[in-house]
C-alpha cells in the first residue's frame, strides 16, 4: 500500500481541524465522501455495538484519530491503534489512546495475541486486496481471538485506485489501490481465507460482521 498516499495534505488536514469535505477520488471522476467529522467525534450508537463485542486486548487497524481506541482506553480496556498518517496517531495519543505510526503489514507488537482486531470506517479496503489482509490479520490476533469488519452499506465487491481530494482543488499526489466489499463479498473472502462468521448486525444505518478463524 501507498503509505505516502496517506500522508498527503487532503488527509492529514482534515484531521487537522476534524472537519471535511475530503473524499477518495477515481481519476474517472468517481468520489468516494469520508466521515471525517464522525471519526473526529465521540463514538456513535453504532460505534457502542462495536465496542460491546470487544474482548482486550484490541488492536484498531486503520484507527484514524482514534475514537475507538480512547474509549476503549476509558474502559480499561488494553488498546493499540494503528495508521500510518502521523497526523491521526499523534490525535490519538493526544485524547488519551496508544498508537503506533504503522501498517498492519509491518511487524507489530504482541502478534498471534490480540483479543480483537477491528476494521472499522471501510478499512477492509486496506492494501487494495481484503483477501491479503484478512490473513494478516489471521497472524496477529489469538488462538481465541475475534475480528470485527464494517462492511459497505451497498452490496458491492470493488477494487479502485484513488487519491485524497477535498472538493476544493487539493488533491493526493499519490494513487493507492482501494477495495470496497459488502456484507456478503466479504463472507466470501472469509470463507475463503479461513474465517467463519460469528455475528451480523446492523446498527444506525452501518454493517458489521464478527470474524473467528476457523
Known amino acids: ?100 505510526c504503522r501498517s498492519v503489514f509491518d511487524p507489530l507488537p504482541d502478534e498471534g495475541s490480540w483479543g480483537t482486531a477491528l476494521l472499522m470506517d471501510g478499512n477492509i479496503g486496506i492494501g487494495g486486496a481484503p483477501e491479503n489482509l484478512l490473513n494478516r490479520v489471521s497472524e496477529l490476533i489469538g488462538p481465541n481471538g475475534t475480528l470485527i469488519v464494517e462492511t459497505a452499506a451497498q452490496d458491492i465487491d470493488e477494487r479502485v485506485e484513488v487519491r485524497f481530494c477535498n472538493g476544493r482543488g487539493a488533491r493526493g499526489a499519490a494513487a493507492f489501490p482501494w477495495a470496497r466489499a459488502g456484507t456478503r463479498a466479504l463472507l466470501a473472502y472469509a470463507e475463503a481465507t479461513g474465517w467463519t462468521a460469528e455475528d451480523q448486525w446492523r446498527a444506525a444505518g452501518r454493517n458489521f460482521l464478527q470474524l473467528r478463524r476457523r
Open 1 to 100: 500500500m501507498s503509505v505516502r498516499a496517506w500522508r498527503a495534505e487532503p488527509y492529514r488536514d482534515a484531521l487537522l481541524t476534524g472537519q471535511g469535505p475530503l473524499f477518495l477520488r477515481r481519476d474517472d471522476g468517481w468520489v468516494l465522501p469520508l466521515e471525517v467529522e464522525r471519526w473526529c467525534a465521540a463514538p456513535d450508537s453504532a460505534d457502542v455495538t462495536v465496542l460491546a463485542r470487544c474482548r482486550g486486548p484490541v488492536l484498531d487497524i486503520g484507527c484514524g484519530p482514534g475514537r475507538l481506541v480512547v474509549a476503549l482506553a476509558a474502559l480499561g480496556t488494553t488498546s493499540l491503534g494503528l495508521d500510518v498518517s502521523q497526523e491521526a496517531v499523534d490525535r490519538t495519543v493526544r485524547e488519551g489512546g496508544a498508537a503506533l
